[in-house]
């Protein structure tokens, strides 16, 4: 299958990434290669790593013995929290780089703005620093807040071009996006099956929306996601389940469908919360 199908989002600095992309949190690092390997076969050109999933040395020899062109491929990794600050995160990205057998990346994150370090700031002075030697394509943000954002616009020069943030139908986080929208941040969601955590899947409303299709309950919230403009990563190991994933484009939800998964929102975070994890 080729990547032809999926859409791609230009970000604020000319960037496109393909909408849809694969995410390797909690892919044991024996098994990355393997898993990564599959998803590239499958027709996936964006892979979403990060240095504290301790995979982005399985995810490099995926990406070399593929064979697909580098300029094919999007590749995301992330500055962990113990490594911010003006000192640590040039290495720690050197040494993220050498893992994955990259020379450069296409995105790079601060993961989380662990506000008791008080280091986000720096630390994204350092990722505008990468980016100006042309060692990542786009840099961003992950699990920002608003307050977080605004310090970030007001202290540093470029603005994030994305902010990956937990975001399902269960927690959709309108204001956040919004604000995002408003100022040029493309939201990218994850954990946008709600991480198999929550009854999501299960959901009468997903699953009859399913059924109506001929489609997985997972397919239909994916759909949902990429018609709500946003950019998704979801993750598996399982190659039948990331083929099923990445078959999204020969269907549509109705307008009615499509109100009806937005409104199931829920207010409901899975994951950490942006002002406790440091
Ligand atoms: P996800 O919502 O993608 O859920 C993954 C889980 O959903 C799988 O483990 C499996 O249990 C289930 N699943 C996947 N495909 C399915 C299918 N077709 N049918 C039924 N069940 C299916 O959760 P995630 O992995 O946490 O999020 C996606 C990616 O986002 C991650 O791999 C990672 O790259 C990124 N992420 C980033 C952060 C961050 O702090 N920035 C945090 C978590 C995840």
Redesign the pocket.
């Known amino acids: 299958m080729a990547d032809n199908t999926i859409p791609q989002v230009e970000l604020n600095n000319g960037t496109t990434i393909p909408q849809l992309?694969?995410?390797?949190?909690?892919?044991d690092p024996p098994e990355a290669e393997r898993v990564v390997t599959d998803a590239l076969e499958i027709g996936y050109r964006h892979?979403?790593?990060?240095a504290i999933?301790r995979n982005e040395e399985g995810v490099g020899r995926a990406l070399a013995s593929s064979g697909v062109p580098r300029e094919e491929l999007f590749v995301?990794t992330?500055l962990w929290n113990t490594d911010q600050g003006s000192d640590t995160a040039l290495p720690a990205f050197e040494t993220s780089l050498d893992k994955l057998g990259l020379d450069y990346v296409d995105l790079y994150?601060v993961?989380?703005p662990a506000p008791q370090r008080d280091t986000y700031v720096e630390s994204y002075r350092v990722l505008e620093q990468i980016l100006a030697a042309g060692r990542a394509r786009a840099i961003g943000v992950?699990?920002f807040l608003v307050p977080h954002l605004e310090r970030l616009l007001a202290e540093t020069s470029i603005v994030p071009a994305v902010n990956?943030?937990?975001l399902?139908p269960y927690y959709q986080r309108r204001d956040l996006v919004e604000f995002g929208r408003s100022r040029g941040i493309h939201t990218?969601?994850?954990?946008?099956?709600?991480?198999?955590?929550s009854p999501l899947?299960q959901d009468p409303m997903v699953t009859a929306i399913a059924d109506a299709h001929g489609k997985?309950?997972?397919?239909v919230v994916?759909r949902w996601h990429l018609e709500e403009g946003t950019i998704?990563?979801?993750?598996?190991?399982?190659r039948?389940?990331?083929a099923?994933?990445f078959d999204l484009f020969d269907f549509e939800l109705s307008a009615s469908e499509h109100a009806a998964i937005t409104a199931l929102d829920r207010d409901e975070r899975l994951?950490?919360d942006p002002l406790e994890?440091n």
């Open positions: 992309g694969f995410g390797v949190f909690l892919v892979i979403d790593t990060a999933y995301t992330k994150l993961h989380w992950s699990n990956q943030i937990e399902h990218e969601a994850w954990g946008p099956l709600s991480q198999g955590k899947l997985s309950p997972a397919q994916l998704i990563f979801p993750k598996t190991t399982s039948e389940r990331a099923e994933n994951g950490g994890v």
